[in-house]
């Protein structure tokens, strides 16, 4: 899905596609989005290392 892609919430996805909750959107959408775990892994390894802008 391009706007999960895209960084857009799960919960926003979610809604603009009429589902009853983001459990149902990740059920569907996670398997073709393999490189969101390594990013997300990334941005935490950031966060942790300091160089966040939180």
């Given at each position: 899905m391009l706007l999960l892609a895209a960084g857009?919430?799960?919960?926003?996805v979610s809604e603009?596609?009429?589902h009853a909750n983001a459990t149902?959107?990740?059920?569907?959408?996670?398997?073709?989005m393999p490189g969101?775990?390594?990013e997300a892994a990334a941005k935490?390894?950031?966060?942790?290392?300091?160089g966040g802008n939180g």
């Open positions: 857009v919430p799960v919960k926003v603009r596609l009429g149902i959107t990740l059920g569907v959408y996670a398997h073709v969101m775990r390594q935490f390894g950031a966060l942790m290392a300091g």
